[in-house]
């Protein structure tokens, strides 16, 4: 019989706190700002995208306490039991000084309005942490979370590649601390399950992956929350009500990865950080698409059961996971089914899960020697936007030329991620040529009725598919170098 805890425990900067009365919707920017009076911490788009509320939380991973920037408006306090949450003001260097990140803005004139500069400077600090000398590309990568709306990144880039010269993370305060806030960290997430309020205010905290089954079977109209970065949307937009809310993102057993010669497992709560260097040395044609998703602080956030399992229409990896034939296993209580992804979405806003049944994990084989496998992410903005469309091509083409095996996907040309099976047929059985290809391109009207909405219109969309198949196929043929470089240019 699991042990029912009222209250959930964290820490806040240098403060152990202890919360028995929280609402599910409750977010941990507002919290900062209304009830702590921490007003470094901004509000301002409330739905993640701007990064000026950037603040870091640390978790334990294995044996070490690991801090991830990640935007106050769309976490919820409910999420934050056993972290340690640092803001801006916990910042400092020796002596009353600067902290060298701040010190760093200061003398390169990174901060204009200065509104949106606390997000940054968090934002450089957890890279700062990891690595206090980075690459432009790495800093960049770093603030892809981040926006600013007055005259540009350059001086900011330049404090960013300046900070390591202004001092080392051995000597910061959190490096002190770490040791006390790891054994701190384990004291407060001591196996008990966190029950907090009844009805549509209940937040519950299972300890284990076991007690969530339980949980989730005995109230399978509850609402269950990850990583927020949809969810979060729903209370800071559309005011919704969201109780009652059983958060997960903290349980180890859902943030494992199982590896072997054929296939690689993710646990549904892997976050798409967590999932990076693994997708890199196993599926490198996806390491492009991943580093686009979203910003720094959503794919710290963010998981990859979360985006398959809310079954949205323009969800960036079910695309190329199904064109790889990925299977998903569900688990209802202690009952467990597996059913290939494409299966899972029914229609939009429908899938094939019963009541107080979750994903579990996603396995996607690894790419036979020989195939051709491809993603492209197509939106307005390069980085830090939603898909207009994200298509996945993978073909096996024979010693002869003839194309053995074709599996096409997208996402955003239909209520659910979708295969192009017109297409497919159209392909296989014949020669890998332009000539086939421009055969086939006319089935993606079969296989695709698009809607036009604020991303792109209908004949966009199909006309993107369309030449994106046609790209496929020339960078395939050796031609993918010179298309890039005209893309760039």
């Not at 901004?42 to 990640?70: H, Q």
């Not at 910061?172 to 009844?198: M, N, P, Q, S, Y």
């Amino acid at each position: 019989m699991v042990e029912v805890a009222n209250a959930i425990r964290f820490l806040l900067n240098g403060e152990q706190i202890t919360l028995t009365d929280i609402a599910p919707d409750l977010t941990l920017l507002d919290w900062l700002r209304l009830e702590r009076r921490l007003r470094g911490s901004k509000e301002g788009c409330a739905e993640g995208d701007c990064g000026a509320c950037t603040v870091l939380v640390g978790r334990l991973f294995g044996d070490e306490v690991i801090y991830d920037s990640v935007t106050a408006c769309i976490r919820f306090v409910g999420s934050l039991h056993g972290t340690h949450v640092v803001t801006i003001e916990h910042l400092r260097g020796e002596n009353g000084a600067l902290h060298p990140v701040q010190q760093a803005m200061v003398d390169h004139h990174g901060s204009q309005c200065g509104f949106c500069t606390p997000g940054f400077v968090m934002s450089l600090y957890g890279l700062w942490m990891r690595n206090p000398s980075p690459t432009r590309p790495a800093i960049e990568k770093a603030l892809q979370g981040n926006l600013c709306r007055c005259t540009g990144y350059a001086p900011i880039i330049r404090a960013g590649e300046a900070m390591g010269t202004y001092g080392q993370p051995q000597g910061d305060v959190l490096w002190a601390e770490r040791i006390a806030v790891k054994d701190t960290i384990k004291a407060l997430t001591d196996g008990r399950r966190v029950v907090i309020g009844e009805g549509d205010r209940q937040v519950i905290i299972p300890p284990s992956l076991d007690d969530f089954a339980a949980v989730y079977e005995a109230n399978p109209n509850a609402r269950i929350v990850a990583g927020s970065t949809d969810v979060g949307l729903w209370v800071t937009k559309f005011m919704r009500n969201i109780g009652p809310v059983i958060f997960i993102g903290h349980l180890q057993e859902l943030k494992r990865i199982a590896e072997n010669a054929s296939e690689v497992r993710f646990y549904a709560g892997v976050s798409y950080s967590e999932a990076l260097p693994v997708i890199q040395a196993n599926f490198p044609q996806l390491g492009e698409l991943w580093n686009r998703i979203a910003g720094e602080q959503i794919r710290n956030m963010g998981t990859i059961g979360g985006n398959i399992a809310n079954g949205s229409p323009i969800g960036d990896t079910p695309p190329p996971f199904i064109a790889l034939g990925a299977k998903l296993s569900l688990r209802r209580g202690e009952h467990r089914r597996e059913i290939k992804l494409e299966d899972y979405f029914v229609a939009y806003g429908k899938q094939d899960r019963q009541p107080g049944e979750f994903v579990e994990s996603v396995t996607l084989p690894l790419v036979p020697a020989g195939e051709k496998f491809a993603t492209y992410k197509i939106s307005k903005r390069r980085e830090e936007d939603i898909s207009a469309l994200c298509g996945a091509f993978r073909v096996f083409v024979s010693d002869a030329g003839v194309v053995g095996m074709a599996r096409i996907a997208f996402g955003g040309m239909a209520a659910t991620p979708k295969r192009a099976k017109a297409v497919e047929a159209m392909l296989v059985g014949k020669p890998w040529t332009m000539e086939t290809v421009e055969e086939a391109v006319a089935a993606f009207a079969e296989d695709y009725q698009p809607i036009s909405d604020m991303r792109a219109s209908a004949d966009y969309r199909l006309l993107t598919a369309q030449n994106l198949l046609k790209r496929f196929f020339l960078e395939t043929s050796g031609q993918g170098e010179r298309l890039k470089r005209e893309v760039a240019r």
